[in-house]
């Protein structure tokens, strides 16, 4: 609207003048245009991380036969699958899960994500932002030491006392 009001604007754009008919077909050519993006980029974005597969409204239907290329070796998430269908079919409630903490935009937090059910932290960085805003947020990373103390610890008191602590009734490996 403002590029069509700006073509009759006297002055500087005086000489570029459009018709209303020119700006509604430039309008609808960028409208278009923006809209290809999703369709196709999506489609290359998936080309490149997974097999092809077929459309379905299935958000772990991918799992079946991908392989997450992670910076620690690939990791076959039919395996996650079948975990995530299991806690999804058997566990009733809301139990806290344990799962390790991975850096922000990989596999991390899948469980909890795919079964909804809490966990003791998923994206640090996510969880500080909201939490804390642009302020330190020492909560935030004393659960992602804590979680990284359960999985190395050697020793089994500290490891039950921090389970305890968050009330976590169930361990992913």
Same mark, same amino acid.
């Given at each position: 609207?403002?590029?069509w009001?700006?073509?009759f604007?006297e002055?500087l754009f005086r000489?570029?003048?459009?018709?209303?008919?020119?700006w509604?077909?430039?309008?609808i050519?960028?409208?278009?245009? +923006?809209? @290809?993006?999703?369709?196709l !980029?999506?489609l290359?974005? *998936?080309?490149e991380? /997974?097999? =092809?597969?077929?459309?379905?409204?299935?958000g772990?239907?991918f799992m079946?036969?991908a392989?997450y290329?992670?910076?620690?070796?690939?990791i076959?998430?039919?395996?996650d699958?079948?975990a995530i269908?299991?806690?999804?079919?058997a566990?009733?409630?809301?139990?806290?899960?344990?799962?390790?903490?991975?850096?922000?935009y990989r596999?991390? +937090?899948? @469980?909890?994500?795919?079964? !909804?059910?809490?966990?003791? *932290?998923g994206?640090? /960085?996510? =969880?500080?932002h909201?939490?804390c805003?642009?302020?330190?947020c020492?909560p935030?990373y004393?659960?992602?030491?804590?979680?990284a103390?359960?999985?190395?610890?050697?020793?089994?008191?500290?490891?039950?006392?921090?389970?305890?602590?968050?009330n976590v009734?169930?361990?992913?490996?």
């Amino acid at each position: 609207y403002a590029l069509w009001r700006l073509g009759f604007v006297e002055g500087l754009f005086r000489k570029i003048r459009l018709r209303k008919g020119g700006w509604i077909g430039t309008l609808i050519l960028l409208v278009v245009s +923006a809209g @290809i993006f999703p369709l196709l !980029g999506t489609l290359d974005r *998936l080309q490149e991380r /997974f097999e =092809e597969m077929p459309l379905t409204l299935d958000g772990m239907a991918f799992m079946t036969n991908a392989v997450y290329q992670d910076a620690n070796g690939p990791i076959i998430l039919e395996r996650d699958q079948v975990a995530i269908e299991w806690l999804q079919g058997a566990v009733e409630g809301s139990p806290v899960i344990l799962e390790a903490v991975t850096p922000e935009y990989r596999w991390g +937090a899948r @469980i909890s994500t795919y079964t !909804g059910l809490p966990t003791i *932290l998923g994206w640090p /960085f996510h =969880e500080a932002h909201r939490k804390c805003g642009l302020n330190s947020c020492n909560p935030v990373y004393t659960r992602k030491e804590d979680v990284a103390s359960i999985y190395t610890t050697l020793d089994p008191v500290k490891a039950l006392n921090l389970l305890e602590k968050y009330n976590v009734v169930y361990i992913y490996v």
